[in-house]
């Protein structure tokens, strides 16, 4: 007894309070199994399809992210809240795509297969909205087990193992223009390379995918991004992003959907017929996975007041718009800005029209497209004597109606 060393306890290996374990995509997605479902459905293909396309492209977003949250504040500048609105922005997205004829003034024999390279464009497009900005604005730092700094975590140089836990740092001052820039160089990172390959077989598609991941906003009248706008406008108000994902799915349950699985279901009968939904992609060259048989492609007729408008025509030269302003929007410049967006076609009229010398604006779904801060925005107006009158909208307690001055 006497003379022997006594021994040091072993490290702890436990996690402080304050430090994050690193999560697997699987532990990552878990929480949003309900809405994922949705996305799976709203993208009408097989379970294999969606395997091999959709799920590798959700997955390696999440273990990018990890728990980083979404922005600085507001409702998901929260752990997880990235993922969060990632998700949330896809599964409207897709939604809204189920009444959009894609690609525009496309042939109807080129519909069939076209059609589901739009459906997984917009996809990708909707779910790396935003990406660039989150990895900028929080860096990850990893910890050892005794809980010493070993440096940032580099999600595509370093794997999860390498660290015992981590901590967020937020980074401020990060620019619109750089965050879009980061996301256009993770598009790899992201999706698979049959994914990617099947991209690269639409050089529209391609073009109006980077077009909008990397702010680009060369085409006057994008058909994705009218779309992912009007998701986008509705992600930060919890009540009105759930109101309008039942107002979206009550207009579908008067059709008769075809399911993922190939089936079609007659609600009066119960009968089931089985039909074909294989669309040969030989002709786009590229070698698809056999075991992959994406569905027919069909688009399901939402009511007209639940989809984008039609676009026009655009104009025959660019000068025939307004200047578009390169700064952030500012309370001085944001009714100027809002009416280059309706021009557009950005903002829909269920979000903001024109009546007479006036603007009838959804407050805050359509502010939230502009700012983190739609009150801010909203006082700075009033300071301003933009705001004319100020209203309640019908069935929807979350917001009201602003008429500003035209």
């Not at 199994?33 to 993208?43: F, H, M, S, T, W």
């Not at 089931?272 to 030989?282: L, N, P, Q």
Request: hydrophobic letters at 35%; glycine letters at 6%; charged letters at 25%.
């Amino acid at each position: 007894m006497f003379g022997r060393r006594k021994k040091n306890p072993p490290a702890s290996s436990t996690i402080p309070s304050d430090g994050i374990p690193f999560l697997t995509a699987s532990d990552l997605l878990s929480p949003h199994e309900r809405l994922i479902k949705k996305i799976r459905n709203d993208a009408g293909c097989t379970r294999e399809y969606f395997d091999n396309y959709y799920l590798p492209a959700l997955e390696r977003l999440a273990e990018m992210l990890q728990l980083r949250p979404f922005g600085h504040e507001g409702e998901y500048a929260k752990k997880g809240g990235a993922i969060q609105v990632a998700i949330k922005r896809v599964a409207l997205t897709l939604k809204l795509r189920l009444g959009t004829l894609l690609p525009l003034k496309c042939k109807p024999e080129e519909i069939s297969h076209r059609g589901e390279c739009w459906t997984y464009g917009l996809f990708i497009t909707a779910l790396l909205r935003d990406f660039g900005g989150q990895m900028l604005g929080v860096k990850i730092i990893g910890f050892t087990k005794v809980d010493k700094a070993a440096g940032e975590w580099i999600c595509w140089k370093h794997s999860m193992n390498e660290y015992h836990h981590y901590r967020m740092k937020k980074e401020e001052g990060i620019t619109r223009s750089l965050s879009y820039t980061t996301t256009a160089l993770h598009i790899r990172d992201i999706v698979p390379t049959h994914g990617i390959e099947w991209i690269y077989s639409d050089l529209e598609l391609m073009d109006c995918m980077l077009d909008i991941l990397t702010g680009a906003r060369k085409i006057q009248d994008n058909p994705l991004y009218s779309i992912i706008v009007r998701a986008t406008s509705t992600l930060r108000d919890e009540i009105t992003f759930e109101a309008a994902m039942n107002t979206l799915e009550e207009g579908t349950q008067n059709n008769e959907p075809q399911s993922s699985t190939n089936e079609l279901i007659d609600k009066e009968t119960g009968e089931i017929s089985i039909v074909s939904a294989k669309t040969d992609m030989r002709h786009t060259g590229i070698d698809t996975p056999t075991t992959i048989t994406p569905s027919s492609g069909q688009v399901e007729t939402l009511p007209s007041n639940d989809i984008p408008p039609k676009m026009d025509d655009p104009p025959q030269s660019i000068e025939d718009y307004p200047p578009e302003p390169e700064d952030e929007v500012t309370p001085q410049n944001f009714v100027a800005r809002l009416k280059i967006d309706m021009q557009k076609k950005r903002i829909t009229p269920e979000y903001a029209k024109s009546e007479g010398n006036n603007i009838k604006v959804k407050y805050p779904s359509t502010f939230r497209s502009y700012t983190d801060s739609p009150s801010e925005l909203l006082n700075d107006l009033r300071l301003l004597g933009q705001v004319i009158e100020e209203g309640a909208v019908k069935g929807i307690s979350s917001d009201r109606i602003i008429i500003l001055k035209g």
